[in-house]
């Protein structure tokens, strides 16, 4: 039986694309390994979305293709964005490389796979493997990736093999994006923006339920913007509502909303459905209006604010998370003071920073990049100092109380601790709760009283054995 390794990189967007070619080669009665050495065939899922994405992309590919000069590897594919940006470029530059799939060929990658003759046989129908099934939107794809605009969109019905842990799993709501910021290059390869049918993701929500997931993380470029295309209107609220219904389900969270469509029916949705937690995920990327101007998105620091607040009035409890560009062409020290002043005053809860990356095919391409690298740095480690003193603080204000927490086994630190998360806590990006005292099994939601506080980190105790989950606030 051939053995395929997969490396996904990027977000959880490429993550579900990255599982939907497994499922296809799972349904294809090909084995899968998370061991590259023991690969026949080795899959890179690469990212384009900034330079430093786009370079560990390629470093990854060459650190793969020695698994294939050594003998132990036959076939390496690349697969996804970086794919589908720079196809030309890539087929010249990357010999090393037996296949090139982009975003509309995800469920071409048994083709993939094979090598031509097998393939040929594998089409004829000699070679005892399922065809995968066939996009949403219908249609065959080739196996060269062409660039351009991609328009794939998977389906419930889309063979898919979670690679997390049984009880967590990434929905995408939708694919593409219209939004026109300037510094992004992602419609450009990922294409407008296309919502699937709410029918279609409740179907795939009961599936994953009926499959043990508890926890359902909704992603898409932009959430806020779900149905417009389909003229659903409040496309977001009457979909978590529509989940919210899906027996199984115990933690909803949306992610990736736009300011300036954050609507009061997708806030009372949150505020109103018992299975969807309180949390948002809304990039703001910069608290001067000025910049913001240039980035093409609008808005202003007091606008900002203003939305925070009737955010959390309408949504007791909310936990905020967001991110910022710094460094944005033009920006000035006092432009960066707008941002450092909105920290400060918004006090989120959690808080990326990125460095702005100049990127061909983005309308911020045209303009200079004269905020000098060491600038943009220090301003990142200026804004990431700030946050880090918000979160402690609001740390520490949960020390004393209960919480429920969804465990995930054994600390990766130490098999002393297991770890888990709040609600108020995302995966992977959000920190953790260290539990030192008490059990209890990965998967469960057990109650831990809070001891200690860090400016990530959280430290518990199981406060009573593992009962029925409640709602997610504190207890």
Known sequence: MVKVGFVSLGCPKNLVDSEVMMGNLEGAHFELTGRPEEADVLVVNTCAFIESAKQESIDTILEMARYKQAGSCKRLVVAGCLAQRYPEQLRDSLPEVDAFIGLDQLESIVEAV???????????GKVAAARPATSARGGSTALAPDGGRASYLYSSRTPRKLAGPPWSAYLKISEGCDNPCAFCAIPSFRGSYRSRRPEDIRAEAEKLAAAGVRELNLIA??????????????GPARLLRSLDEVSGLRWIRLFYLYPNRVSRSLLDAIAECERVVKYVDIPLQSGSRTV??????GGSRAEMLALLERMRRSVPGLAVRTTFIVGFPGETEAEFRETLALVREAEFD????????HEDGTAAFSLPDDVPPEA????????????RRIAWRRNRSRVGKTFEVLCEGTSPETEHLLAGRMASQAPEIDGAVLINEGSASPGSFVPVAITEAFPFDLVGR??????????????
């Open 462 to 475: 199981v406060a009573v054995p593992a009962r029925v989950p409640g709602p997610p606030d504190a207890v």
């Open 376 to 387: 943009k740095q220090d301003r990142r480690e200026q804004l990431l100092a700030v946050q």
């Open 114 to 124: 094979l090598p031509a003759i097998e393939r040929e046989s594998w089409r004829s």
């Open 350 to 357: 959690h808080a990326g920073v990125f460095t702005y990356s």
């Open 221 to 234: 470029q932009d959430s806020t913007f779900y149905g417009r295309d389909l003229g659903i209107e409040h």
């Open 292 to 297: 913001l101007q240039r980035m093409r998105r």
